[in-house]
Protein backbone atom coordinates (compact mmCIF):
# COMPACT_ATOMS: atom_id res chain seq x y z
CA UNK A 1 0.00 0.00 0.00
CA UNK A 2 1.19 3.55 -0.67
CA UNK A 3 2.85 5.53 2.12
CA UNK A 4 0.41 8.32 2.10
CA UNK A 5 1.42 11.68 4.08
CA UNK A 6 -2.10 12.99 3.18
CA UNK A 7 -5.17 10.92 4.17
CA UNK A 8 -7.40 13.57 5.49
CA UNK A 9 -6.47 16.56 3.52
CA UNK A 10 -5.72 14.13 0.39
CA UNK A 11 -6.63 17.32 -2.07
CA UNK A 12 -8.83 14.82 -4.00
CA UNK A 13 -11.67 15.52 -1.19
CA UNK A 14 -12.23 18.75 -1.73
CA UNK A 15 -13.89 17.71 -4.82
CA UNK A 16 -16.64 15.77 -2.95
CA UNK A 17 -18.44 19.24 -2.17
CA UNK A 18 -21.62 16.61 -2.44
CA UNK A 19 -22.31 13.26 -1.19
CA UNK A 20 -22.34 11.69 -4.49
CA UNK A 21 -18.80 13.69 -5.60
CA UNK A 22 -17.32 12.53 -1.90
CA UNK A 23 -18.88 8.70 -2.58
CA UNK A 24 -17.10 9.43 -6.15
CA UNK A 25 -13.50 9.66 -4.74
CA UNK A 26 -13.87 6.55 -2.55
CA UNK A 27 -16.18 8.15 0.47
CA UNK A 28 -18.79 6.02 1.48
CA UNK A 29 -16.46 2.93 1.33
CA UNK A 30 -15.15 2.56 5.49
CA UNK A 31 -19.18 2.97 6.01
CA UNK A 32 -19.68 -0.09 3.66
CA UNK A 33 -16.66 -2.27 5.01
CA UNK A 34 -18.44 -1.56 8.56
CA UNK A 35 -21.48 -2.13 7.49
CA UNK A 36 -20.58 -5.33 6.63
CA UNK A 37 -18.92 -6.43 9.69
CA UNK A 38 -20.08 -4.17 12.11
CA UNK A 39 -19.04 -6.38 15.43
CA UNK A 40 -15.05 -5.88 14.05
CA UNK A 41 -15.29 -2.38 14.02
CA UNK A 42 -14.16 -1.91 18.23
CA UNK A 43 -11.13 -4.34 17.45
CA UNK A 44 -10.37 -2.70 14.67
CA UNK A 45 -10.22 0.60 15.87
CA UNK A 46 -7.99 -0.90 19.11
CA UNK A 47 -5.56 -2.51 16.36
CA UNK A 48 -5.09 1.04 14.74
CA UNK A 49 -4.32 2.71 17.67
CA UNK A 50 -6.16 5.86 17.09
CA UNK A 51 -6.56 8.44 19.96
CA UNK A 52 -8.27 11.44 20.06
CA UNK A 53 -7.14 13.93 18.39
CA UNK A 54 -9.23 16.81 20.84
CA UNK A 55 -6.68 17.56 23.21
CA UNK A 56 -6.12 14.52 25.73
CA UNK A 57 -4.82 11.41 23.02
CA UNK A 58 -7.41 9.03 24.98
CA UNK A 59 -7.58 5.48 22.83
CA UNK A 60 -10.72 5.92 20.69
CA UNK A 61 -11.63 2.35 21.01
CA UNK A 62 -11.66 2.35 24.63
CA UNK A 63 -14.25 5.18 24.36
CA UNK A 64 -16.21 3.51 22.35
CA UNK A 65 -16.04 0.51 24.00
CA UNK A 66 -17.05 2.08 26.62
CA UNK A 67 -20.50 3.60 24.91
CA UNK A 68 -21.68 0.51 23.45
CA UNK A 69 -21.06 -1.26 26.62
CA UNK A 70 -23.35 1.46 28.25
CA UNK A 71 -27.17 0.58 28.63
CA UNK A 72 -29.70 3.64 27.47
CA UNK A 73 -32.90 3.70 25.64
CA UNK A 74 -31.14 5.60 23.59
CA UNK A 75 -27.77 6.84 22.30
CA UNK A 76 -26.14 9.61 21.04
CA UNK A 77 -22.59 10.33 19.19
CA UNK A 78 -21.48 13.84 19.19
CA UNK A 79 -18.73 15.29 16.70
CA UNK A 80 -17.61 17.99 18.67
CA UNK A 81 -16.47 20.93 16.24
CA UNK A 82 -16.43 23.69 18.78
CA UNK A 83 -12.32 24.45 18.47
CA UNK A 84 -11.96 27.40 20.16
CA UNK A 85 -8.53 27.52 21.86
CA UNK A 86 -5.91 30.20 20.11
CA UNK A 87 -3.85 28.56 17.32
CA UNK A 88 -5.99 25.93 16.65
CA UNK A 89 -7.62 25.71 13.26
CA UNK A 90 -8.31 22.14 11.98
CA UNK A 91 -11.63 21.41 12.85
CA UNK A 92 -12.87 24.20 10.94
CA UNK A 93 -11.21 22.94 7.77
CA UNK A 94 -12.58 19.69 7.68
CA UNK A 95 -16.05 20.55 8.52
CA UNK A 96 -16.08 23.12 5.52
CA UNK A 97 -13.72 21.28 3.11
CA UNK A 98 -14.80 17.78 3.79
CA UNK A 99 -17.91 17.43 6.01
CA UNK A 100 -18.83 14.29 4.39
CA UNK A 101 -15.88 12.69 5.74
CA UNK A 102 -16.71 13.78 8.90
CA UNK A 103 -20.13 12.94 8.73
CA UNK A 104 -19.44 9.62 7.25
CA UNK A 105 -16.70 8.71 10.76
CA UNK A 106 -19.59 9.60 13.53
CA UNK A 107 -21.79 7.39 11.52
CA UNK A 108 -19.54 4.66 11.42
CA UNK A 109 -19.56 5.06 15.43
CA UNK A 110 -23.33 5.12 15.46
CA UNK A 111 -23.00 1.74 13.77
CA UNK A 112 -20.72 0.73 16.25
CA UNK A 113 -22.32 1.55 19.44
CA UNK A 114 -26.06 1.58 18.12
CA UNK A 115 -27.04 5.11 18.70
CA UNK A 116 -29.71 6.38 17.01
CA UNK A 117 -28.96 10.38 17.69
CA UNK A 118 -26.30 11.97 15.99
CA UNK A 119 -25.46 15.94 16.48
CA UNK A 120 -22.80 18.08 15.33
CA UNK A 121 -21.81 20.22 17.49
CA UNK A 122 -20.31 23.35 15.59
CA UNK A 123 -19.03 26.47 16.34
CA UNK A 124 -21.61 29.32 15.37
CA UNK A 125 -18.11 31.67 14.64
CA UNK A 126 -17.17 28.93 11.80
CA UNK A 127 -19.87 30.32 9.63
CA UNK A 128 -18.76 28.44 6.23
CA UNK A 129 -18.02 24.90 8.18
CA UNK A 130 -21.61 25.51 10.05
CA UNK A 131 -23.46 26.11 6.53
CA UNK A 132 -21.65 23.17 4.95
CA UNK A 133 -22.53 20.73 7.78
CA UNK A 134 -26.00 21.92 7.24
CA UNK A 135 -26.03 21.23 3.49
CA UNK A 136 -23.89 18.16 3.95
CA UNK A 137 -26.00 16.30 6.71
CA UNK A 138 -28.86 16.86 4.78
CA UNK A 139 -28.04 14.60 1.61
CA UNK A 140 -27.26 11.98 4.30
CA UNK A 141 -30.71 12.17 5.59
CA UNK A 142 -31.80 11.21 2.39
CA UNK A 143 -28.88 8.52 1.42
CA UNK A 144 -28.98 4.84 1.56
CA UNK A 145 -26.08 4.61 3.30
CA UNK A 146 -28.20 6.02 6.32
CA UNK A 147 -30.98 3.73 5.25
CA UNK A 148 -28.03 0.71 5.76
CA UNK A 149 -27.18 1.78 9.29
CA UNK A 150 -30.45 1.84 10.56
CA UNK A 151 -31.42 -1.76 9.51
CA UNK A 152 -28.52 -2.73 11.76
CA UNK A 153 -29.53 -0.60 14.50
CA UNK A 154 -33.16 -1.36 13.98
CA UNK A 155 -34.29 2.27 14.09
CA UNK A 156 -34.44 5.28 12.85
CA UNK A 157 -30.96 7.53 12.96
CA UNK A 158 -31.54 11.48 13.35
CA UNK A 159 -28.85 13.62 12.73
CA UNK A 160 -28.55 16.98 13.36
CA UNK A 161 -26.58 19.92 13.66
CA UNK A 162 -26.57 22.03 16.55
CA UNK A 163 -24.57 25.48 16.89
CA UNK A 164 -22.77 25.39 19.85
CA UNK A 165 -22.24 28.35 22.01
CA UNK A 166 -18.97 29.62 20.31
CA UNK A 167 -17.60 29.58 23.64
CA UNK A 168 -14.23 28.02 24.04
CA UNK A 169 -15.70 26.21 27.55
CA UNK A 170 -18.30 24.86 25.27
CA UNK A 171 -15.83 22.29 23.46
CA UNK A 172 -15.30 20.33 27.32
CA UNK A 173 -17.33 17.14 26.58
CA UNK A 174 -19.44 17.77 29.74
CA UNK A 175 -20.02 21.73 29.03
CA UNK A 176 -21.14 19.94 25.61
CA UNK A 177 -23.94 18.01 27.60
CA UNK A 178 -25.14 21.05 29.17
CA UNK A 179 -25.88 22.43 26.22
CA UNK A 180 -27.53 20.21 24.15
CA UNK A 181 -29.28 19.54 27.05
CA UNK A 182 -30.65 23.30 26.70
CA UNK A 183 -28.43 24.82 29.24
CA UNK A 184 -25.55 27.43 29.90
CA UNK A 185 -22.15 25.33 29.20
CA UNK A 186 -21.23 24.62 32.61
CA UNK A 187 -18.66 21.26 32.86
CA UNK A 188 -19.71 18.96 35.14
CA UNK A 189 -17.74 16.90 37.45
CA UNK A 190 -16.36 13.20 36.28
CA UNK A 191 -17.60 10.79 36.47
CA UNK A 192 -20.01 9.78 35.00
CA UNK A 193 -18.73 10.16 31.97
CA UNK A 194 -20.15 11.08 29.38
CA UNK A 195 -20.05 7.71 27.21
CA UNK A 196 -22.29 6.39 30.55
CA UNK A 197 -24.51 9.54 31.33
CA UNK A 198 -24.39 11.94 28.81
CA UNK A 199 -27.27 14.17 27.38
CA UNK A 200 -30.40 13.58 29.03
CA UNK A 201 -28.59 10.95 31.08
CA UNK A 202 -28.60 8.58 27.94
CA UNK A 203 -24.59 7.26 27.07
CA UNK A 204 -23.48 10.07 25.25
CA UNK A 205 -20.23 9.67 22.48
CA UNK A 206 -17.91 12.61 22.01
CA UNK A 207 -15.22 12.77 20.23
CA UNK A 208 -13.46 15.47 18.15
CA UNK A 209 -13.58 16.49 14.49
CA UNK A 210 -10.35 15.42 13.28
CA UNK A 211 -11.03 11.91 15.27
CA UNK A 212 -13.74 10.92 13.29
CA UNK A 213 -12.35 12.03 10.03
CA UNK A 214 -9.72 9.33 10.69
CA UNK A 215 -12.02 6.37 11.42
CA UNK A 216 -13.12 6.68 7.73
CA UNK A 217 -9.85 5.74 6.36
CA UNK A 218 -9.01 3.45 9.19
CA UNK A 219 -12.15 1.07 8.46
CA UNK A 220 -11.04 1.95 4.82
CA UNK A 221 -7.94 0.65 4.19
CA UNK A 222 -7.56 -1.58 7.51
CA UNK A 223 -5.98 -1.13 10.64
CA UNK A 224 -2.09 -2.34 9.74
CA UNK A 225 -2.24 0.43 6.70
CA UNK A 226 -2.91 3.18 9.37
CA UNK A 227 -0.58 2.43 11.86
CA UNK A 228 2.06 2.23 9.13
CA UNK A 229 1.29 5.79 8.45
CA UNK A 230 3.15 6.63 11.40
CA UNK A 231 6.99 6.90 12.38
CA UNK A 232 8.56 4.90 14.58
CA UNK A 233 6.52 3.36 17.09
CA UNK A 234 3.26 5.89 16.32
CA UNK A 235 0.65 4.88 14.32
CA UNK A 236 -1.50 7.35 11.60
CA UNK A 237 -1.04 11.10 10.89
CA UNK A 238 -1.73 14.31 12.34
CA UNK A 239 -3.09 17.85 12.03
CA UNK A 240 -0.64 20.36 13.11
CA UNK A 241 -2.30 24.06 13.21
CA UNK A 242 1.25 25.74 12.76
CA UNK A 243 1.74 29.51 13.44
CA UNK A 244 3.67 32.37 15.03
CA UNK A 245 7.06 33.53 13.90
CA UNK A 246 7.77 30.99 10.65
CA UNK A 247 7.76 32.07 7.34
CA UNK A 248 4.51 29.50 6.52
CA UNK A 249 2.08 29.02 9.04
CA UNK A 250 -0.53 27.07 8.14
CA UNK A 251 -2.28 23.43 8.54
CA UNK A 252 0.03 20.21 7.53
CA UNK A 253 -0.85 16.94 7.87
CA UNK A 254 2.35 14.94 8.41
CA UNK A 255 2.97 11.28 9.66
CA UNK A 256 2.67 11.64 13.67
CA UNK A 257 5.89 11.00 15.07
CA UNK A 258 7.51 13.58 13.00
CA UNK A 259 10.09 15.88 14.52
CA UNK A 260 9.51 19.57 15.46
CA UNK A 261 12.44 20.25 13.48
CA UNK A 262 10.85 19.29 10.12
CA UNK A 263 7.63 20.99 10.84
CA UNK A 264 9.05 24.66 11.55
CA UNK A 265 12.09 24.33 9.21
CA UNK A 266 10.51 21.71 6.05
CA UNK A 267 7.26 22.96 6.58
CA UNK A 268 7.07 26.10 8.19
CA UNK A 269 10.00 27.28 5.95
CA UNK A 270 11.79 28.15 8.97
CA UNK A 271 11.41 31.38 10.95
CA UNK A 272 10.63 34.70 10.08
CA UNK A 273 13.12 37.60 9.53
CA UNK A 274 15.52 35.06 10.14
CA UNK A 275 15.53 35.10 13.85
CA UNK A 276 16.59 32.33 15.94
CA UNK A 277 13.73 29.86 17.41
CA UNK A 278 12.73 30.42 20.90
CA UNK A 279 10.03 27.85 22.02
CA UNK A 280 6.90 26.80 21.13
CA UNK A 281 3.67 26.79 22.78
CA UNK A 282 3.47 23.09 22.06
CA UNK A 283 -0.69 21.62 21.67
CA UNK A 284 -2.25 25.12 22.12
CA UNK A 285 -1.26 27.86 24.87
CA UNK A 286 -2.04 25.15 27.71
CA UNK A 287 0.72 23.15 28.12
CA UNK A 288 4.58 23.24 28.86
CA UNK A 289 6.65 25.26 26.30
CA UNK A 290 9.35 23.48 24.28
CA UNK A 291 12.69 24.97 23.46
CA UNK A 292 15.47 24.96 20.87
CA UNK A 293 16.95 22.01 22.79
CA UNK A 294 13.64 19.78 21.83
CA UNK A 295 13.92 20.63 18.45
CA UNK A 296 14.62 16.64 17.86
CA UNK A 297 11.59 15.53 19.82
CA UNK A 298 8.83 13.16 17.61
CA UNK A 299 5.96 15.26 17.49
CA UNK A 300 3.47 12.20 19.00
CA UNK A 301 1.57 11.63 21.73
CA UNK A 302 4.19 9.70 24.37
CA UNK A 303 7.11 11.25 22.89
CA UNK A 304 6.09 14.84 23.33
CA UNK A 305 4.87 13.31 27.20
CA UNK A 306 8.35 11.79 27.79
CA UNK A 307 9.42 16.04 27.26
CA UNK A 308 7.17 16.57 29.67
CA UNK A 309 4.73 18.36 27.75
CA UNK A 310 1.84 17.32 25.37
CA UNK A 311 0.86 16.91 22.11
CA UNK A 312 -2.91 18.02 22.90
CA UNK A 313 -4.78 19.49 19.57
CA UNK A 314 -1.36 19.46 17.98
CA UNK A 315 -1.32 23.04 17.57
CA UNK A 316 2.49 24.50 17.74
CA UNK A 317 3.32 28.30 18.52
CA UNK A 318 6.53 29.43 17.48
CA UNK A 319 8.06 32.22 19.36
CA UNK A 320 11.29 33.75 17.89
CA UNK A 321 14.46 35.16 19.88
CA UNK A 322 13.36 38.75 20.63
CA UNK A 323 9.46 37.50 21.49
CA UNK A 324 8.84 38.02 25.39
CA UNK A 325 7.36 35.04 26.52
CA UNK A 326 5.63 36.76 29.44
CA UNK A 327 3.71 38.37 26.80
CA UNK A 328 2.52 35.94 24.99
CA UNK A 329 1.51 33.94 28.36
CA UNK A 330 -0.40 37.30 29.71
CA UNK A 331 -2.02 36.90 26.85
CA UNK A 332 -3.33 33.28 26.79
CA UNK A 333 -3.80 33.54 30.32
CA UNK A 334 -6.29 36.56 29.75
CA UNK A 335 -8.20 34.49 27.10
CA UNK A 336 -8.81 31.95 29.65
CA UNK A 337 -10.00 34.56 32.54
CA UNK A 338 -12.19 35.53 29.39
CA UNK A 339 -12.94 32.10 28.68
CA UNK A 340 -13.56 30.64 32.29
CA UNK A 341 -17.26 30.16 32.63
CA UNK A 342 -17.25 31.19 36.56
CA UNK A 343 -18.77 28.25 37.41
CA UNK A 344 -15.70 27.62 40.04
CA UNK A 345 -14.30 30.55 42.32
CA UNK A 346 -11.11 29.15 42.22
CA UNK A 347 -10.63 29.40 38.15
CA UNK A 348 -12.54 32.58 37.39
CA UNK A 349 -10.96 34.64 40.16
CA UNK A 350 -7.43 32.84 39.73
CA UNK A 351 -7.13 33.39 36.04
CA UNK A 352 -8.31 36.96 36.41
CA UNK A 353 -5.65 37.29 39.23
CA UNK A 354 -2.86 35.42 37.06
CA UNK A 355 -4.35 38.01 33.87
CA UNK A 356 -3.54 41.32 36.09
CA UNK A 357 0.01 40.53 37.82
CA UNK A 358 1.24 38.92 34.20
CA UNK A 359 -0.03 41.99 32.74
CA UNK A 360 1.68 44.02 35.11
CA UNK A 361 4.96 41.61 34.80
CA UNK A 362 4.82 41.82 31.14
CA UNK A 363 4.87 45.55 30.93
CA UNK A 364 7.40 46.08 32.99
CA UNK A 365 5.05 47.61 35.83
CA UNK A 366 5.36 44.11 37.81
CA UNK A 367 7.26 43.89 41.44
CA UNK A 368 9.04 40.54 42.90
CA UNK A 369 6.01 40.47 44.87
CA UNK A 370 3.84 40.07 41.66
CA UNK A 371 5.92 37.38 40.13
CA UNK A 372 6.16 35.52 44.37
CA UNK A 373 1.83 35.89 43.88
CA UNK A 374 2.06 34.58 40.23
CA UNK A 375 4.37 31.51 41.92
CA UNK A 376 1.46 31.04 44.83
CA UNK A 377 -1.11 30.72 42.34
CA UNK A 378 0.54 27.94 40.32
CA UNK A 379 0.68 26.27 43.73
CA UNK A 380 -2.64 26.29 44.82
CA UNK A 381 -4.65 26.59 41.44
CA UNK A 382 -4.25 23.00 39.79
CA UNK A 383 -7.08 20.77 40.95
CA UNK A 384 -9.40 23.17 42.06
CA UNK A 385 -11.78 23.61 38.95
CA UNK A 386 -14.64 21.21 37.72
CA UNK A 387 -12.54 20.62 34.30
CA UNK A 388 -9.03 20.85 33.01
CA UNK A 389 -9.26 25.11 32.55
CA UNK A 390 -7.30 26.37 35.29
CA UNK A 391 -4.79 23.64 34.99
CA UNK A 392 -3.39 23.95 31.79
CA UNK A 393 -3.55 27.59 32.47
CA UNK A 394 -1.00 26.98 35.80
CA UNK A 395 0.58 24.46 33.37
CA UNK A 396 1.34 27.50 30.77
CA UNK A 397 2.67 30.08 33.09
CA UNK A 398 5.00 27.34 35.56
CA UNK A 399 6.48 25.84 32.60
CA UNK A 400 7.33 29.49 31.07
CA UNK A 401 8.35 30.39 34.83
CA UNK A 402 10.64 27.43 34.88
CA UNK A 403 11.97 27.94 31.41
CA UNK A 404 12.26 31.35 30.99
CA UNK A 405 13.01 32.34 34.87
CA UNK A 406 14.93 35.65 33.50
CA UNK A 407 12.31 37.00 32.21
CA UNK A 408 10.29 37.08 35.13
CA UNK A 409 13.24 38.69 36.90
CA UNK A 410 14.07 35.43 38.77
C1 LIG B 1 -11.64 23.97 28.33
C2 LIG B 1 -11.70 22.84 27.35
C3 LIG B 1 -12.08 23.09 26.03
C4 LIG B 1 -12.14 22.03 25.11
N1 LIG B 1 -12.48 22.31 23.81
C5 LIG B 1 -12.55 21.29 22.90
C6 LIG B 1 -12.95 21.53 21.56
O1 LIG B 1 -13.22 22.65 21.16
N2 LIG B 1 -12.99 20.47 20.70
C7 LIG B 1 -12.68 19.19 21.12
O2 LIG B 1 -12.77 18.25 20.32
N3 LIG B 1 -12.30 18.94 22.38
C8 LIG B 1 -12.24 19.94 23.27
N4 LIG B 1 -11.89 19.68 24.58
C9 LIG B 1 -11.65 18.27 24.95
C10 LIG B 1 -12.99 17.55 25.19
O3 LIG B 1 -13.33 17.71 26.56
C11 LIG B 1 -12.91 16.05 24.87
O4 LIG B 1 -11.82 15.50 25.56
C12 LIG B 1 -12.77 15.75 23.38
O5 LIG B 1 -13.82 16.34 22.63
C13 LIG B 1 -12.82 14.24 23.18
O6 LIG B 1 -12.56 13.91 21.85
P1 LIG B 1 -11.36 12.95 21.46
O7 LIG B 1 -11.38 11.78 22.40
O8 LIG B 1 -11.65 12.57 20.05
O9 LIG B 1 -10.11 13.75 21.60
C14 LIG B 1 -11.81 20.71 25.52
C15 LIG B 1 -11.42 20.48 26.85
C16 LIG B 1 -11.35 21.53 27.74
C17 LIG B 1 -10.91 21.25 29.15
Not at 94 to 123: C, D, K, M, S
Not at 165 to 189: D, K, N, Q
Not at 209 to 230: C, D, K, M, Q, S
Not at 287 to 310: E, G, I, K, Q, W
Amino acid sequence: MEKLNSVLLNPKYKLGANLDGWRAVGGGEGLLAALARPDEILSTLEQSGLRGMGGAGFPTWRKWTAAAEAVGDEKYVVCNGNEDEPGTFKDRHLLRWTPHQVIEGALIAALAIRANRVVFYINPHQSEGLAEMCHAVAEWRDSDLLGLIETVIGRPVCLTVTPSSGRYIGGEETAVVSWLEGGFPFPRRKPPFPADKGVGGLPTLINNTETFANVVHILREGAAWYRGLGIGNAVGTKLFSLSGDVLKPGLYELPMGTSLEELVFTHGGGMLDGKAFKAVFTGGPSNTLLTARDLDVALDFDSVRSRNSRLGTGAMIVISEGTSIVRKVAEYIDFFAGGSCGQCPSCKCGTFQMARLLERIATGSGSRDDVRAVDNLCAILPGSGRCALIDGAVTVVESSMRTFPEEYGL
